[in-house]
């Protein structure tokens, strides 16, 4: 069982910025990545960014040049930073993290309970 607690949505005007911080806690063996996703309303779960912490970054196109994701191995926390922030980032940011529990090649997935980010004037 692992916990992902996440922090730092709320309310911005667009253009401002946001950090989002995601902390995973319980039987962590070892992390192959972390990420965020959101949904907005009516809306799919999309990827926004991944970071396996060895310099490999994944990024949606939507948010390449905006948006910095940091993985941090040694607290096991995944942070988000959002900068020139528009209304169609509005959504529930959820934190996620591929791990295994044992040594046993078996990966598995958490998920945060997620963090609402609202873009508007």
């Known amino acids: 069982q692992i916990q992902l607690v996440e922090s730092g949505g709320g309310l911005v005007q667009p253009g401002g910025s946001l950090r989002l911080s995601c902390k995973a806690s319980?039987?962590?063996?070892?992390?192959?990545?972390m990420g965020w996703y959101r949904q907005a309303p009516g809306k799919q779960r999309e990827l926004v960014a991944t970071?396996?912490?060895?310099?490999?970054?994944n990024y949606a196109d939507s948010v390449k040049d905006r948006f910095t994701i940091t993985l941090e191995r040694r607290t096991n926390s995944v942070y988000l930073q959002m900068n020139s922030l528009k209304y169609e980032d509005t959504a529930v940011y959820y934190c996620?993290?591929?791990?295994?529990?044992?040594?046993?090649?078996?990966?598995?997935?958490?998920w945060g309970q997620g963090t609402q980010v609202t873009v508007s004037s």
């Open positions: 996620m993290i591929r791990y295994r529990q044992t040594s046993d090649l078996v990966w598995s997935d958490g």
């Open positions: 319980g039987s962590i063996f070892s992390i192959f990545y």
């Open positions: 970071d396996t912490g060895a310099g490999d970054t």
